[in-house]
């Protein structure tokens, strides 16, 4: 019982009995998470060469700056940036992972972390905060809504001479499109959705609305079981949109028109 014990609850950081490479997966996350919010911080803080043609940065999304033609003495992409921020921050999955890739709280199942510290939860400020995930989550569906809107924008291209809208498929164009899809597959299997749409219910055969909205709880959980892979597909595909339509602006990449 002893050594069971010790296996569950080992003392002392990195102690374990485990034999596989335990270190791998916190290892990568750390790389990962962390090569991506040095990256975006960077990319926002330029506030230049977030546009080319139809083709707008996520993380400059939307553009009030053109919608309303305010100027900012900052770059006007963190008046929105922080929500989509904050719903990756609170996210279950994401939460897990930068604990353990960053506060090693614990790095690994049955791999110990620092010694003398009183495991609080998230009971305790700041971590209390990830309370209010489900109200990120509304608030980064509206985003959500206008990065649609930019991808189905990418499409459509003024005609230099006529100055008439007309519709192409480029590189970019898909580029948007394949990001906006991972975003909502990364939204729309998120827990709190789950919640909303079914998982407060007691009785899902009750009523005719309630057999709806189980129908729409298990559409949700298709997602959520693939919510880790969306998870990081989407911070993949944001991070490329926006690498992709800076090269373009700064002239570096030439997006080639498929159609």
């Known amino acids: 019982m002893a050594e069971s014990n010790s296996i569950l609850n080992p003392n002392g950081l990195g102690v374990n009995q485990r034999h596989d490479a335990w270190w791998l997966s916190p290892l990568l996350t750390f790389l990962g998470l962390g090569g991506f919010g040095v990256y975006s911080t960077w990319a926002a803080f330029q506030g230049a060469h977030y546009e080319w043609g139809p083709y ?60 003398g510290r009183a495991y609080r939860g998230e009971t305790g400020f700041p971590f209390i905060l990830q309370n209010v995930h489900r109200y990120f989550f509304y608030l980064a569906t509206v985003v959500l809504a206008f990065l649609w809107y930019d991808a189905v924008e990418g499409f459509f291209f003024r005609n230099e001479i006529t100055g008439q809208r007309e519709f192409h498929v480029g590189v970019g164009s898909l580029v948007l499109l394949v990001n906006v899809i991972a975003l909502s597959g990364f939204s729309f299997g998120c827990n709190s959705l789950r919640h909303l749409v079914g998982g407060k219910l007691d009785c899902f055969s009750c009523t005719a609305n309630a057999r709806m909205r189980y129908k729409l709880w298990g559409g949700v959980s298709i997602l959520n079981l693939k919510h880790m892979e969306w ?22 990449w030439h997006d080639m028109r498929i159609f």
């Open 56 to 115: 707008l940065s996520p993380f400059y999304s939307p553009n009030i700056q053109k919608m309303f033609g305010w100027s900012y003495p900052f770059s006007f992409a963190f008046v929105f940036l922080w929500i989509p921020l904050g719903f990756r921050g609170t996210c279950y999955y994401y939460r897990k992972a930068y604990y353990r890739a960053f506060f090693l709280d614990p790095p690994g199942c049955a791999v110990g972390e620092p010694a």
């Open 231 to 252: 998870a990081w597909v989407s911070l993949f595909t944001v991070g490329f949109a926006d690498v992709y339509v800076r090269l373009c602006s700064m002239g570096i």
